[in-house]
């Protein structure tokens, strides 16, 4: 018989399969087509949009030379002019749509995704990720930062150039919460972070590790919605992804592209997304929210099921997924 | 300048961003999908193969006819891979700080016709059965006390998730928890309810009559609208005018006018569109047995508004989507309903 898992931070309950387990051939990959005629972010093209920073090995801005670039997107889902205006239309409420949209060019290679970076080169595009977070906090129209990665036509990339996205926003998008809501009942009965119980939870059992770093613990979720979700916490307890000390940058940079690469690995360069949650900006260092990068490979189709319950189907119970992707073998880099 | 709109009832944001060049000419459904059934084999679900499928639960029949047998006009099976099982007790432990429970509820399929049709080739008369059917189903699983919530829903098309046979059905689970997404809709009507003592969806319905601008179209008793806060292109919610809160007491009188309007929205948009692929989804009140419990959802009864959702499936939905739960659609609704009437003349 199958059975229902809930999730401790905000009570979603999900289905895990155990009567029929997805096999690994049950799961096909979309290609992946690579052809750099025309890419605006390869060597060569900085002249299509002017950089907001960069990490470079030589040349002036906006020339090659650059190993990590972060630009403004050229079709940005918000506008970073204009003031926040809120009205309401009756029974409805709404703003203008203010906002920041950035893309971060991971590497300058249009032929390698994160799974196939260097540590030194994963660690430069985490670096990226802080230094934008910290210089974006300052704008007091946004209250959320979301750091996150497409990759894959079905996980909704529409350039095959490497490359993830930041948005920041006048809200602070519902998922996040609803997790801020959950982790703070959960702190209100216990005194302590949901998170950190977690961690231990998963330190104690073993079952479902895939990364046990100095400052970082990966591991699939036990109330994984996907086939295949990883999670990567910081283990001391920390809410916010900006205060993120120097030296653990390159802990988290080999965790995640470790956990990457045992994706790719196992089944095959799947489409995937990867996401930061992080506690609102303006926010204190919180005790009761801990930040988190959550990675979700593009399997099954989500059904009408999903969408109208909230209520997910996973066909391959974590403790399995965990043994999989342990099971292959990682090239240092 | 794009747009940040909030669903009234939920509370989720939405971007609503034309600018990146939402004009519902772009929306096209995806080219249309093999019929899924190679070298002659047989599909189950159509009149004469019932020997295909596990033993009915319930089928409207013919005089004369027989169980497992043709001459049924709605038939009801069990789910050949079910997600839950009916037999057995449910049993709630803990694991450490996790929670869980054995998938023990019920999942099985209404074939809306035995003929090899469509969904939306179905007659009104075809449809009206297989709307009564799936409602008998939630009257009788209302019984065990096991099951909480009964979800109907359609999966048409690959990329709604649907099957590679395109045989009318639907999909009926009934789930021992009760369910994230309607929860929320039930906190946030109660919510507003405490506070202006009136349903919200009644007050939605009201001030989209009188502003006309997403009113997909209209019946003697129900009403399509394209919601303010609309995650996806051509989006559409269809609720009763009236305020109810169970789906399963509606007047069966209604139920024609109401495969009526769902046949015309779904012709509408698939006229402006072609075939897309969607997911249609009832939400509707859990069951309610424990109210002499004191804050057991007493008031759902007077806060909260059954009504169905089609969610078409044109743009994909990214992981920035899924892990914020704040959607961006590139379509504004008030556009998505001028492109259907414009169509449709």
């Known amino acids: 018989m199958n059975e229902l898992r809930r999730d401790p931070i905000t009570g979603r309950w999900n289905i895990v399969v155990l009567d029929k387990i997805a096999d690994l051939s049950d799961f096909k990959s979309e290609p992946h087509p690579k052809d750099p005629q025309g890419c605006r972010f390869c060597y060569g093209n900085e002249n299509d949009m002017p950089e907001i920073i960069a990490h470079r090995k030589y040349g002036p801005p906006n020339s090659p030379g650059w190993t990590v670039r972060v630009l403004p997107n050229k079709y940005p889902a918000l506008r970073i002019e204009g003031e926040l205006i809120k009205e309401g239309l009756g029974v409805f409420d709404m703003m203008t749509g203010v906002g920041a949209h950035e893309v971060i060019i991971d590497t300058p290679d249009h032929f390698r995704d994160m799974a196939d970076l260097s540590y030194a080169e994963m660690e430069e595009v985490v670096w990226a990720y802080l230094a934008r977070s910290i210089d974006l906090r300052r704008d007091k129209r946004f209250k959320y930062i979301l750091i996150f990665k497409n990759y894959g036509e079905s996980a909704g990339a529409s350039l095959e150039h490497p490359h993830s996205q930041l948005i920041a926003l006048p809200i602070v998008p519902k998922i996040v919460q609803e997790e801020i809501d959950g982790a703070s009942k959960y702190f209100d009965y216990k005194e302590r972070c949901v998170f950190c119980d977690m961690l231990r939870q998963e330190q104690m059992e073993k079952e479902r590790i895939i990364y046990d770093g100095r400052y970082f613990t990966a591991f699939c979720p036990y109330v994984s919605r996907f086939s295949y979700e990883i999670w990567i916490l910081p283990k001391k307890h920390q809410s916010d992804f900006a205060l993120l000390q120097r030296d653990c940058v390159s802990c988290l940079a080999k965790a995640l592209r470790d956990c990457l690469a045992r994706m790719k690995g196992l089944l095959g360069d799947p489409s995937y997304n990867f996401i930061i949650h992080s506690s609102p900006i303006n926010g204190h260092d919180r005790e009761d929210y801990h930040w988190h990068i959550e990675i979700m490979p593009k399997l099954t189709k989500i059904a009408g099921f999903e969408w109208g319950s909230g209520f997910y189907i996973n066909p391959v119970p974590p403790e399995i997924a965990a043994k999989n992707l342990l099971s292959v073998k990682l090239v240092e880099k | ?345």
Not at chain 2, 66 to 76: D, I
Not at chain 2, 187 to 194: H, M, N, Q, S, T
Not at chain 2, 219 to 244: G, N, Q, V, Y
Not at chain 2, 269 to 292: C, E, M, Q, S
């Open chain 2, 1 to 345: 300048m794009p747009e940040l709109r909030r669903d009234p009832v939920v509370g989720r944001w939405v971007i609503i961003s034309t600018e990146r060049g939402g004009r519902p000419n772009q929306f096209k459904a995806p080219a249309a999908e093999e019929e899924g059934l190679p070298g002659g084999e047989k599909c189950p679900f159509c009149e004469g193969n019932e020997s295909m499928t596990p033993p009915e639960i319930y089928a409207l029949r013919k005089p004369g006819s027989v169980r497992n047998g043709p001459g049924w006009e709605v038939r009801v099976i069990p789910s050949i891979s079910p997600l839950l099982q009916i037999e057995g007790n449910l049993d709630r432990h803990g694991h450490g700080m996790y929670d869980l429970m054995n998938a023990r509820g019920a999942h099985e399929i209404v074939i809306d016709t035995p003929k090899h049709l469509k969904e939306y080739e179905l007659s009104r008369d075809q449809f009206t059965k297989s709307m009564n059917v799936a409602i008998d189903r939630i009257v009788d699983l209302e019984k065990d006390p096991g099951i909480k919530y009964v979800l109907i829903f359609r999966n048409y098309g690959q990329a709604a998730g649907g099957g590679h046979i395109k045989h009318a059905r639907m999909q009926l689970i009934g789930t021992p928890v009760n369910l994230k997404r309607v929860k929320e809709e039930l906190v946030g009507a109660k919510r507003y309810y405490e506070y202006k003592d009136r349903c919200i969806y009644c007050d939605i319905i009201k001030q989209e009559l009188s502003s006309a601008k997403r009113v997909m179209a209209e019946s003697k008793h129900f009403i399509a609208i394209a919601p303010f806060a609309a995650r996806f292109p051509f989006e559409t919610w269809i609720l009763p005018k009236e305020h109810s809160c169970d789906f399963y007491r509606i007047d069966r009188a209604k139920v024609p006018d109401l495969a009526d309007l769902t046949q015309l929205v779904y012709l509408k948009i698939k006229k402006a569109i072609g075939d897309f692929p969607y997911n249609f989804v009832l939400h509707t009140a859990p069951f309610r047995r424990d109210l002499h419990k004191k804050g057991y959802w007493d008031t759902i009864g007077r806060d909260y508004h059954w009504h169905f959702e089609l969610l078409p499936i044109l743009t994909r939905v990214a992981g920035f989507e899924w892990g914020s739960a704040f959607y961006i659609n590139p379509l504004a609704p008030e556009d998505a309903c001028k492109a259907v009437s414009e169509v449709t003349g």
